[in-house]
Each structure stands twice: as structure tokens, then as C-alpha cells.
């Protein structure tokens, strides 16, 4: 079974602190991919990786930042974080040959206060 | 404009009955594909059911079936005999050709009533 693990399930942080999500998938798939989701909003792409050291900007962007530095981890950084940034994070994860579905992560719940 | 639309916020349903989550979607790609994904409480998305736009049938997996009405832009999600373990949060979800990306709805709450 695909596996993708979140390093926290629950975080609470205070505005202006720096944030670091991360994201661990065991399948060696070559896509990682970082949402948000919001009541009302669905799941919105932030940012996502199709290789080590690549990374693309999704939908909604600003005020984060990625890293890729090995295959299997999908870092989500918060430079400074915010209290319109309290939302639940998504890491998912696919192979490149195959797009019929993405594997998600089961969240983090941030709290910004 | 969005381009997937579940127009349904919240559903109730009676337990062994049948329901129909609705989808619509807008693509001007000739390739594409369309996703259902369950979020329980929980939170973790388990994905449901794939449906490509060149496969001929509907797509099915075991209660779960896609009603794909090619023509009109939807991908209808119909579960079967519901059971109480079927409440959760359901998203809708579609891939565009050659993208990595998926594009998703805003969810329909399902409730299963005994």
C-alpha cells in the first residue's frame, strides 16, 4: 500500500514564526503535491514537485514556499507565518506514469494564532 | 469561472438507499479525467473512482458508480445501498490533459440516517 505520512497531525503556532510541514511518501513516485483546504473552498494546489529540486507554483502560492531536496520528502514552509494561514494541509503524492489518482496524507491542522 | 461545481452543500440520505452526488465540470481539453475522493472526518481523502473522458462504460467500483454524461459536462457520483460509514465529506475532482494537477469542487457533506 502507498503510504504518505504528515509530520504532525495538529500544530499550533503563533504569527510571525517560521513553519516547516513535511511530507513523506514511500513509493518512490516522482509527483508531490502540497494543498490547503477550507470549509466552503474545497482543496486549492499550492505549490507541487514532478522531481527533486523541481517545483511549480499552484493556485494559491503566496506566502509559502517548498523544498524538494530528496525524493520521498515534500517540505511546505511558512516564512512567516500568519493567522489567514490557519487551515488544514494536504500532501499527496503520484507516480509520473500514472495520473488516474494522487495519494494523500492524512493532514495537518494548522492554528495561527 | 470554476471549473468544477458541486452543487450540492450538504446531502442526507436513509441507510441501504441510493444516492447521487452531482458534478459538473468545464474543460475545452479533449483529454481529461475525473475523480471522486472521500474525506471522512478523519481527514484523510480516500480516492473513490477514475473516470477518463475517452472510456466508453461508466465507470464502477464495487457500491460506488460514475454517471458520465459526456455531452453535458458531468460526472454524477452514485453510491449504492448507503451505509452509515459512507457519511463524510465527497469532492469532486478533474486532471487535464498532459497535467500533473488535480482542479477539485467544494464538496458535498453526506450524512447517512438510519
Known amino acids: 500500500d502507498v503510504k504518505v505520512t504528515q509530520s504532525s497531525r495538529y500544530l499550533v503556532k503563533r504569527t510571525g514564526e517560521k513553519v516547516f510541514l513535511e511530507c513523506v511518501q514511500d513509493?518512490?513516485?516522482?509527483?508531490m503535491f502540497w494543498y490547503r483546504q477550507d470549509p466552503g473552498l474545497g482543496l486549492r494546489l499550492i505549490y507541487f514537485?514532478?522531481?527533486?529540486?523541481?517545483?511549480e507554483k499552484g493556485d494559491i502560492p503566496e506566502g509559502y514556499s517548498v523544498s524538494r531536496e530528496k525524493k520521498e520528502r515534500f517540505s511546505l514552509i511558512l516564512e512567516s507565518a500568519s493567522t489567514n494561514q490557519t487551515s488544514m494541509y494536504l500532501c499527496?503524492?503520484?507516480?509520473?506514469?500514472?495520473?488516474?489518482?494522487?495519494?494523500f496524507g492524512p493532514g495537518t491542522r494548522l492554528l495561527v494564532l | 469561472a470554476q471549473k468544477i461545481t458541486q452543487t450540492q452543500p450538504g446531502m442526507f440520505v436513509q441507510e441501504k438507499e441510493a444516492v447521487t452526488l452531482d458534478c459538473t465540470y468545464d474543460?475545452?481539453?479533449?483529454?481529461?479525467?475525473l475523480f471522486w475522493y472521500k474525506q471522512p472526518s478523519s481527514g484523510e481523502m480516500i480516492f473513490l473512482i477514475y473516470?477518463?473522458?475517452?472510456?466508453?462504460q461508466n465507470a464502477t467500483e464495487g457500491r460506488y458508480s460514475l454517471n458520465f454524461q459526456k455531452a453535458r459536462k458531468s460526472a454524477n457520483l452514485v453510491i449504492s445501498a448507503s451505509q452509515l460509514g459512507d457519511s463524510a465529506m465527497y469532492f469532486c475532482?478533474?486532471?487535464?490533459?498532459?497535467?500533473?494537477?488535480?482542479?477539485f469542487g467544494t464538496g458535498t457533506q453526506l450524512k447517512v440516517e438510519l
Open positions: 513509493m518512490d513516485h516522482e509527483n
Open positions: 475532482a478533474m486532471r487535464e490533459d498532459g497535467g500533473n494537477k488535480l482542479t
Open positions: 474543460t475545452s481539453d479533449q483529454s481529461y479525467g
Open positions: 473516470q477518463g473522458s475517452y472510456d466508453e
Open positions: 499527496a503524492s503520484s507516480p509520473a506514469t500514472s495520473l488516474k489518482t494522487q495519494y
Open positions: 514537485s514532478y522531481d527533486v529540486k523541481m517545483k
